[in-house]
Nanobody, 114 residues
Framework: QVQLVESGGGLAQAGGSLRLSCTAS????????MGWYRQAPGKQRELVAD???????NYADSVRGRFTISRDDAKTTVHLQMNDLKLDDTAVYYC????????WGQGTQVTVSS
């Protein structure tokens, strides 16, 4: 079993910054991709950013240039640095790992206020 533990969510003002982290543990045999998704009330879950095992990053158009995904050397922890936060960034953010199967974290709330 694979566990994903997220941290770093909270409340920020518009224009501010937050940093999310996600650490994977357990029976990890393979990591193809790790990333962050978000789901706002009444909306579908959407990709925010992800990073392949080879280090290729991908961003949603809405966050490109403001958010940066990175990972540690062991490739089991990913971070999402969120700068210049906007009200529309308010959502529950979920970490996802894709390997032998797909695994999700429990989610962490990010709230941006004006």
């Amino acid at each position: 079993q694979v566990q994903l533990v997220e941290s770093g969510g909270g409340l920020a003002q518009a224009g501010g910054s937050l940093r999310l982290s996600c650490t994977a543990s357990g029976r990890i045999f393979k990591i193809d991709n790790m990333g962050w998704y978000r789901q706002a009330p009444g909306k579908q879950r959407e990709l925010v950013a992800d990073i392949t095992f080879g280090g290729i990053t991908n961003y949603a158009d809405s966050v490109r240039g403001r958010f940066t995904i990175s990972r540690d050397d062991a490739k089991t922890t990913v971070h999402l640095q969120m700068n210049d936060l906007k009200l529309d960034d308010t959502a529950v953010y979920y970490c996802k790992l894709v390997g032998i199967g797909s695994y999700w974290g429990q989610g962490t709330q990010v709230t941006v206020s004006s």
